[in-house]
């Protein structure tokens, strides 16, 4: 099988079922966002520490991230005939909800702003948080179409939160201070 098609070449893609868009469609620039944060998960568990145990929970976050990129391409996802519901995750908002509460019982109190700085993973985490946050921007405008994606803002919402706490955590089991 080959990996180019040459159906690109003239500025547009077909989402599933075969509709011609332009690859600046919010739905390709939704997907795309999510794509690029899950590159930047990849290079995330690269970095991470092994004292956070953070890598199985990150794993199944790529997982997900690949099936809502491949829920966005599909112009049905989210309505009657292809129900958002389908998507199954396997990081649920709870899971991430109770990891977080992990992660942020292995650093210090937070009483103030921090930079993204610190240990590679930390610095890492920090970038995947605000790609997450940019394709949770790119996403919004699509639920406001389809109100049945909503909740597809709640778990990217939750994820940023997640990142953060990883960053904290990494640069505490690290032993590196934070900036304020």
Same mark, same amino acid.
């Given at each position: 099988?080959?990996?180019?098609?040459r159906t690109g070449?003239?500025?547009?893609?077909?989402?599933?079922?075969?509709?011609?868009?332009?690859?600046?469609?919010?739905?390709?620039? %939704?997907?795309?966002?999510? $794509? *690029?944060?899950?590159?930047? @998960?990849g290079i995330l568990?690269?970095?991470?520490?092994?004292?956070?145990? %953070?890598?199985?929970?990150?794993? $199944?976050?790529?997982?997900?991230?690949?099936?809502?990129?491949?829920?966005?391409?599909?112009?049905?996802?989210?309505?009657?005939?292809?129900?958002? %519901?389908?998507?199954?995750?396997?990081?649920?908002?709870?899971?991430?909800?109770? $990891?977080?509460?992990? @992660?942020?019982a292995m650093s210090?109190?937070?009483?103030?702003?921090?930079?993204?700085?610190?240990?590679?993973?930390?610095?890492? %985490?920090?970038?995947?948080?605000?790609?997450?946050?940019?394709?949770?921007?790119?996403?919004?405008?699509?639920?406001? $179409?389809?109100? &049945?994606?909503?909740?597809?803002?709640?778990?990217?919402?939750?994820?940023?939160?997640? @990142?953060? &706490?990883? &960053?904290?955590?990494?640069? &505490?089991?690290?032993?590196?201070? *934070?900036?304020?």
């Amino acid at each position: 099988m080959k990996i180019y098609t040459r159906t690109g070449d003239n500025g547009q893609t077909s989402l599933i079922g075969g509709q011609r868009v332009s690859k600046s469609h919010p739905r390709l620039e %939704a997907y795309g966002t999510l $794509d *690029e944060l899950n590159s930047l @998960l990849g290079i995330l568990r690269v970095h991470i520490s092994t004292k956070t145990g %953070a890598n199985t929970i990150l794993t $199944d976050i790529q997982r997900d991230l690949f099936r809502l990129g491949a829920g966005l391409a599909d112009p049905k996802f989210g309505t009657d005939d292809v129900s958002s %519901a389908e998507i199954s995750l396997k990081c649920s908002m709870e899971t991430m909800e109770a $990891d977080i509460d992990r @992660l942020c019982a292995m650093s210090p109190e937070l009483n103030s702003f921090v930079l993204p700085s610190g240990s590679p993973g930390a610095v890492y %985490a920090h970038y995947a948080r605000s790609v997450c946050r940019r394709a949770e921007r790119k996403i919004v405008p699509i639920c406001t $179409d389809v109100s &049945a994606l909503d909740w597809v803002v709640r778990y990217l919402n939750r994820l940023s939160d997640w @990142l953060f &706490a990883l &960053a904290r955590a990494e640069n &505490a089991v690290d032993g590196v201070g *934070e900036e304020i």
